[in-house]
């Protein structure tokens, strides 16, 4: 089993960047898959972007692709999210799991072990 926990959100002003990360705990850290989600005041829970378990391939949601870079190293068991031209839309809470499925999924079903999320606030 794997322990996440993210930090380095806040309010940023539109433009803004912020990077957040998340610290594994887990022996198993560096066998997965790994992601990152967000949810908005009312709505779902939305995929961001995704790294294989040795960081070499990504996946980006259409909307972050050219604003948002992951990264992950594995001796720090930490995984990255660099947000660059944050939007107001930006504004969620985000959350980054470890991949479940045989492939490489988008689906917030496929993931498990979820932190407890990190506030992002964008000001226009």
């Known amino acids: 089993q794997v322990q996440l926990v993210e930090s380095g959100g806040g309010l940023v002003q539109a433009g803004g960047s912020l990077r957040l990360s998340c610290a594994a705990s887990?022996?198993?850290?560096?066998?997965?898959?790994m992601g990152w989600f967000r949810q908005a005041p009312g709505k779902e829970r939305e995929f961001v972007a995704a790294?294989?378990?040795?960081?070499?391939?990504?996946l980006y949601a259409d909307s972050m692709k050219s604003r948002f870079t992951i990264s992950r190293d594995l001796a720090k068991n930490t995984l990255y999210l660099q947000m660059n031209s944050l939007k107001p839309e930006d504004t969620a809470v985000y959350y980054c799991a470890t991949d479940r499925s045989s492939g490489f999924s988008i689906s917030a079903s496929e993931y498990a072990d979820w932190g407890q999320g990190t506030q992002v606030t964008v000001s226009s």
């Open positions: 887990g022996r198993t850290f560096g066998t997965y898959a």
């Open positions: 790294i294989t378990w040795s960081g070499g391939s990504t």
